[in-house]
């Protein structure tokens, strides 16, 4: 079997997220384990749910995977897992196109074959509550709504309210459903996030949701509804290739500052022969020794300027490095990091490596959000000119380049074309986080570069 549901929602900020982590922990309570997976390109939701879970949660995204890609990582992400929750993105329809569900939880669904769950806000509403459910069943009938999960209610006599009407009109069971006040809100995901995770602080949150979930949620009925659901079959050999022995070592910046990598970028670099060495720029760690290339992932570098800004040794050899052509991709906020300085929202300003031109300064209003379709500019250690990839770009910051830009790629999102990033012998730098899986080509193109760097020290008599 592969028990799997998928929690959706009406639109965003239904409480997707809030009940999708009460279901994790209330069915770990009852000693199963559990498997979390994000619609969609999100790196936030899934480190809540690797943080409750133990398990590395993982990304479905049918914009910027084929289809049996997508299907395989949630068969691959799902082993040894007793049931697999998947979080939904957005509203059930809302992906790529407002004409199309591709890209959507729907979308996914149907992909995976997967019953949803429907959290439906019932504030301020009764009978209307089944016309909304009703719709999102009408919509798309290929489409699985097998349950409803009612948030908001102003009591349990409201809910049960909704529930009649729901159950009557619309031929589904009413779950349960969450009051106004269950549970604490889930803190504010963008500044401080991850560490506030990694220290445990929200296990009360956690606990709380598995209190009121197991108290006012049919688990029984929800997991009989994702032990129905179908088996897939493996559909690629992606995840099926016997592992090289490693013929070059990728240094890959990994903790509370740098964390936003897909699983399947590693992997896909593994593939084509690297060693990935992970180590922590917070932990003041050195750049590892012997290594061909380096990766640097986005995260907060915002939230731990200061310590950043003080690990000079670190950034003096980071700079060296890429500066004498190790390969280096840095995504987001990596590529803040290689800028001459970091302005937080308070106004203080810290100097970063120097390395790239440009001033980074944040600002309280979301500057950038969406997927990315990115064309190569120029040719370069990843991809070649004409190439393309795709991704998404999130972020709060806004760069100004003292000199000139050399931007890397054109993207193409829903606002219009534009050029972006920063590109100079050996580094390939942006604010656009690409999924390595969209363009196979680019892991084993890195790796040989790799490779060839390794190979032009060696000649010049430079330690390995």
């Known amino acids: ?22 279901l994790m922990a209330a069915f770990q309570r009852q000693g199963l384990t559990v498997q979390g997976f994000k619609c969609g390109p999100d790196y936030i939701d899934p480190s809540y749910h690797t943080a409750l879970t133990k398990r590395i949660s993982r990304n479905l995204d049918s914009w910027m995977l084929s289809r049996p890609l997508v299907s395989d990582i949630f068969l691959e992400g799902s082993r040894g897992a007793d049931l697999s929750l998947i979080e939904g993105v957005m509203g059930l329809y809302d992906g790529k196109s407002t004409l ?3 890209g959507s939880s729907a979308d996914i669904s149907i992909l995976l074959k997967t019953p949803v769950v429907l959290v439906v806000n019932i504030g301020s509403m009764a009978r209307s509550a089944a016309a909304i459910v009703k719709g999102y069943q009408a919509l798309n009938q290929e489409v699985s709504i097998t349950a409803v999960i009612l948030n908001q209610a102003g009591s349990a006599r409201h809910a049960e309210m909704c529930k009649d ?6 031929g589904i069971p009413v779950a349960g459903y969450l009051k106004k006040g269950d549970v604490p809100a889930i803190p504010e995901r963008h500044l401080g996030l991850i560490p506030a995770l990694e220290r445990g602080e929200h296990d009360q949150l956690f606990t709380r949701l598995a209190d009121v979930i197991s108290a006012q949620v049919d688990l029984s009925l929800l997991k009989q509804q994702a032990e129905a659901a179908p088996l897939l079959e493996r559909q690629t050999d992606f995840f099926q290739q016997t592992m090289p022995q490693p013929r070059v070592k990728i240094a890959v910046a990994y903790d509370s500052a740098f964390n936003f990598y897909y699983e399947e970028n590693f992997t896909l670099l593994r593939q084509a022969g690297a060693e990935l060495v992970f180590f922590s720029p917070l932990k003041y760690e050195s750049l590892p020794e012997n290594c061909d290339g380096l990766y640097l992932g986005g995260g907060f570098p915002e939230e731990f300027s200061k310590e950043l800004a003080g690990h000079t040794g670190l950034k003096q050899a980071i700079k060296q490095a890429v500066s004498n052509g190790m390969p280096t991709l840095a995504e987001c906020g990596g590529y803040m990091y290689l800028g001459e300085s970091l302005t937080t929202t308070a106004g203080e300003t810290f100097p970063m490596v120097g390395l790239i031109p440009m001033e980074v300064r944040m600002q309280a209003r979301l500057a950038a959000l ?3 379709e990115a064309t190569l500019l120029e040719d370069s250690f990843l991809l070649k000119r004409g190439e ?7 972020h709060y910051s806004a760069a100004t380049f003292s000199g000139p830009q050399m931007a890397v790629y054109e993207t193409n999102g829903l606002r219009g074309s534009k050029q972006e990033g920063y590109q100079m012998k050996q580094l390939v730098a942006g604010y656009t986080h690409l999924h390595f ?3 196979p080509q680019l892991a084993p193109n890195w790796v040989e570069a790799c490779a060839a760097y390794q190979k032009r020290r060696r000649e010049a008599g430079e330690e390995l």
């Open 1 to 22: 079997m592969q028990p799997r549901l998928l929690i959706a929602g009406t639109n965003s900020g239904v409480g997707k997220t809030t009940i999708t982590l009460g």
């Open 100 to 102: 199309s569900d591709e």
């Open 165 to 170: 009407a729901i159950e009557q009109e619309c």
């Open 370 to 372: 969406g997927y990315r």
């Open 388 to 394: 393309h990839i795709r991704g998404h770009e999130f």
């Open 437 to 439: 899986a969209s363009a």
